[in-house]
């Protein structure tokens, strides 16, 4: 079965520590995003990528990071962790192709819920 | 980022009946695809249907059905003899078409309560 693994499902970190929020798929697909997920706002973009070591900014990437050293994993990193980030973060994957033929349609992993004190 | 609206923050339905979920979306686009995706409580966001905009019929997946309304740009959901297994969190999204754009813009979400 397709999977979108996030290393940690609950995290609580102080404000000012880096954090490193880890997503592993095994599907082989290209793309890989991170999104965060608030009440009221839906999911919004942080970070998208489409190739190993390539990454593009998305609507909020304000405060945060982004590695991908290889195809399956991509990292997302709060330098200075702070209450603001307090969230629920996404992970997702999707193919590189044909729009039509699947490659529009996110995997998403079960979700990373980091509190920041 | 494209605009997709969900009005209706909460929604509740009895079992066997049908509900409907509203969602509009600001674009210039002419051609674009929309979703419905699916967020059972603690569990995984998963597809629901989809809608390529060049196509005037409408997608339905089993009990899903969309009322798809290009000029009007809007986009509900119907959900037709609602189960149990069908309470969960439902967005709605965009996508623009085109050869690198992969990228969501999602609605607020839609939270649908089915009663026993």
């Known amino acids: 079965d397709v999977k979108v693994t996030q290393s940690s499902r609950y995290l609580v970190k102080r404000t000012g520590e880096k954090v490193f929020l880890e997503c592993v798929q095994d599907?082989?697909?290209?793309?890989m995003f991170w999104y965060r997920q608030d009440p009221g706002l839906g999911l919004r973009l942080i970070y998208f990528s489409y190739d190993v070591k390539m990454k593009e900014k998305g609507d909020i990437p304000e405060g945060y990071s982004v590695s991908r050293e290889k195809k399956e994993r991509f990292s997302l990193i709060l330098e200075s962790a702070s209450t603001n980030q307090t969230s629920m973060y996404l992970c997702a994957s999707s193919l590189l192709g044909l729009l039509g033929s699947g490659a529009n349609v996110l995997t998403f992993g079960a979700g990373s819920r980091l509190t920041v004190l | 980022a494209q605009t997709v609206t969900q009005s209706q923050p909460e929604m509740s339905v009895q079992e066997a009946e049908t509900v409907t979920l509203s969602c509009t979306y600001d674009t210039s686009e002419s051609n674009y695809y929309l979703f419905w995706y699916k967020q059972p409580p603690s569990r995984q966001m998963i597809l629901v249907i989809r809608?390529?905009?060049?196509?005037?019929q409408n997608a339905t997946e089993n009990r899903f059905s969309v009322n798809f309304q290009k000029a009007a740009k809007s986009f509900s959901l119907k959900i037709s003899d609602s189960q149990l297994g069908d309470t969960a969190m439902y967005f709605c999204a965009f996508m623009k078409q085109g050869r690198w754009d992969y990228k969501l813009s999602f609605g607020a979400g839609t939270t649908v309560t089915v009663r026993a």
């Open positions: 809608q390529e905009a060049y196509k005037q």
């Open positions: 599907m082989d697909h290209e793309n």
